[in-house]
């Protein structure tokens, strides 16, 4: 039998962007780019071991908390789900990035699937072609 790459699909708080110094460092110093419905701020961090994430919602868009929380879980579990990328995984140094939810309906677990892969392989063209 062939044997299998083991992956861990958690998402541990090491991995949670939470920080108020290095959010407000992301948000000043970091790139964006817009990929609907996304905005992605990303800064790379050399001391930081594992990426950092940090997902938002906008209250303007989404008046309940209850919308903006779903919103918030698929985009989690999206990113949980799809950061083995064998490109992403690999990069360093560790990178900070924002998920900014900009649309203005809320969107189906498949589509925010698809359009974060999307916006993984575009955040590594940008990753690589910086460095």
Not at 68 to 85: C, D, G, I, S
């Amino acid at each position: 039998m062939a044997e299998e790459k083991s992956l861990t699909y958690h998402f541990p708080k090491a991995e949670r962007l939470h920080s108020k110094k290095l959010i407000k460092e992301l948000f000043e110093n970091g790139s964006s780019f817009y990929l609907y419905p996304f905005k992605i701020v990303w800064l790379p961090k050399p001391e930081n071991l594992a990426h950092q994430v940090l997902f938002s919602v906008s209250k303007r868009n989404f008046k309940k908390a209850v919308d903006r929380n779903l919103l918030k879980r698929r985009m989690k579990e999206a990113y949980r789900l799809n950061k083995h990328v064998e490109e992403f995984s690999s990069i360093r140094p560790a990178v900070l990035i924002a998920y900014i939810y900009t649309g203005k309906e809320k969107m189906d677990l498949q589509i925010v699937e698809s359009k974060l892969k999307k916006s993984l392989k575009r955040l590594i063209k940008e990753i690589l072609s910086t460095s």
